[in-house]
């Protein structure tokens, strides 16, 4: 399978006259395959907000070579706007507008087909709710239309913050399953995670991060059980 996604020896160095030197990226290397799920796990404060924003070029790494979809980063960042879509920060939604009413606006902004709304409502199972005011969903109701949205433009690769944050078991299933159709039509997933058993039952494969390094990587239960038989040493 073709690389997705491909980090090598990332940097990323934060200096602030109150904490110091802060290494928060120290030499990181990934490595995604395409259709996979894969989880990226890592504790409070290991990197990854930081590496998933260095990707789509909000942060400028001190060193390292990235590439998406087998174009270098930055330099191919205008190439892959579109085949990329990513949530990296909580969008907040409008309360009083509908699931539909919202991907509308969306996909009017950008430029995508409005049949394409009813594709992605119907992908992320809220179709049936898609009248409905936003303010009026659960939390993972709002989870998925948030995925919905960076569904729109169709992309190859769908990049996740903590996309199952907050939610309870059947908010997690509901994620797992969703994930998995979108692998099965060829997106490849990337999501965040610091919750183990999130990533267990969501992902195929998983990178996990301490202190700016990767510490592990490989399918799913393979490194889960090394963690667990302690020799991949970090606290999840
Ligand atoms: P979380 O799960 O809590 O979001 P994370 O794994 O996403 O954590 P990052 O947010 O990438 O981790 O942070 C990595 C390290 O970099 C942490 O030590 C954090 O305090 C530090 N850091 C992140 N952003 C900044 C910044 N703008 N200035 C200084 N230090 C920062």
């Given at each position: 399978m073709p690389a997705v996604l491909e980090i090598e020896g990332l940097r990323k160095t934060y200096r602030s006259?109150?904490?110091?030197?802060?290494?928060?990226?120290?030499g990181f290397d990934m490595l995604v395959e395409q259709g996979q799920v894969h989880g990226f796990l890592g504790p409070n404060g290991s990197g990854k907000t930081t590496t998933l924003r260095t990707l789509l070029g909000l942060i400028r790494p001190n060193a390292g070579r990235m590439a998406i979809l087998g174009q270098e980063v930055p330099d191919a960042l205008p190439a892959v706007v579109g085949r990329v879509g990513a949530i990296v920060e909580s969008p907040q939604f409008?309360?009083?507008?509908?699931a539909r009413d919202t991907l509308s606006l969306l996909a009017g902004a950008g430029g995508v087909p409005q049949a394409r709304v009813e594709e992605v409502l119907e992908l992320v199972g809220l179709r049936d709710r898609a009248?409905?005011?936003?303010?009026?969903?659960?939390l993972g109701m709002k989870q998925r239309l948030a995925v919905a949205s960076a569904l729109l433009k169709d992309p190859k690769l769908l990049i996740l913050d903590?996309?199952?944050?907050?939610?309870d078991p059947g908010g997690i299933r509901e994620m797992r399953t969703l994930m998995r159709d979108l692998a099965a039509s060829g997106m490849t997933v990337v999501l965040s995670s610091h919750i183990l058993g999130e990533i267990q039952l969501i992902c195929d494969s998983v990178t996990i991060i301490s202190l700016g390094r990767r510490v592990a990587f490989g399918p799913v239960e393979q490194v889960l059980a090394a963690h667990s038989q302690g020799s991949v040493r970090v606290r999840l």
């Open positions: 006259r109150r904490r110091g030197v802060r290494h928060a990226l120290d409008f309360p009083h507008f509908s009248k409905e005011r936003v303010k009026t969903y659960s903590e996309p199952a944050n907050g939610l």
